[in-house]
């Protein structure tokens, strides 16, 4: 993580429905206690859900397009930490990530989709280490189900061999065949 940046922690797309939720629960438990930020494309639509969940009139607005590298790098450049619920992913988190990655600034998502996670990670895991960027991915909801799936792979190894497996390999096929 970044020691220097303007803010601790910035929540991108907090106009959003989730996003939304997050801002509203960093103001509920940390309000200015936390140097948190609200991030999105409309400094208006910002301002209105500032406005509407409560935050101070001094909470921060950052604008910022994942359509437009520059604007997401220039926020990723004043946060020590993002947070972003802006999905579909693979359509709007590429450059975060990039950014995140080359510039230090620690990354989290709640991603659900596991081809892109695994892209981010071939792409940038090793320029996340030498910048110290921490990326997490499936941070939130949308992760329970492979959490819930990793837990009790890991108790049955545990069970069974005594250990929790160091590594598992798989695959996994949806859909259905006619």
Same mark, same amino acid.
């Given at each position: 993580m970044r020691e220097q940046a303007e803010f601790d922690v910035i929540i991108y797309g907090a106009t959003g429905f989730t996003g939304r939720l997050v801002a509203e629960y960093m103001e509920n438990q940390y309000g200015r206690a936390v140097n948190w930020a609200m991030a999105g494309r409309s400094a208006?639509?910002?301002? !209105?859900?500032?406005? =509407?969940? *409560?935050?101070s009139a001094d909470t921060p607005l950052v604008v910022a397009d994942a359509n437009d590298p520059q604007s997401v790098r220039d926020m990723v450049s004043r946060?020590?930490?993002?947070?972003?619920?802006?999905g579909p992913y693979q359509l709007y988190g590429?450059?975060?990530? !990039?950014?995140?990655? =080359?510039? *230090?600034?620690?990354?989290v998502d709640l991603s659900g989709e596991p081809g892109w996670m695994h892209d981010m990670i071939?792409?940038?895991n090793e320029q996340a280490a030498k910048s110290g960027a921490?990326?997490?991915?499936?941070c939130g909801f949308d992760s329970i189900p492979f959490?819930?799936?990793?837990?009790?792979l890991q108790t049955a190894?545990?069970?069974?061999?005594g250990k929790p497996f160091a590594r598992a390999r798989g695959?996994?096929?949806?859909?259905v065949r006619a």
């Open positions: 208006e639509k910002l301002a !209105a859900v500032r406005d =509407e969940i *409560g935050a946060g020590k930490v993002i947070c972003t619920t802006v590429n450059d975060i990530v !990039a950014a995140c990655a =080359e510039l *230090g600034t620690d990354y071939g792409a940038y921490r990326i997490v991915h499936s959490d819930l799936g990793v837990y009790y190894a545990q069970e069974k061999f695959r996994v096929r949806a859909g």
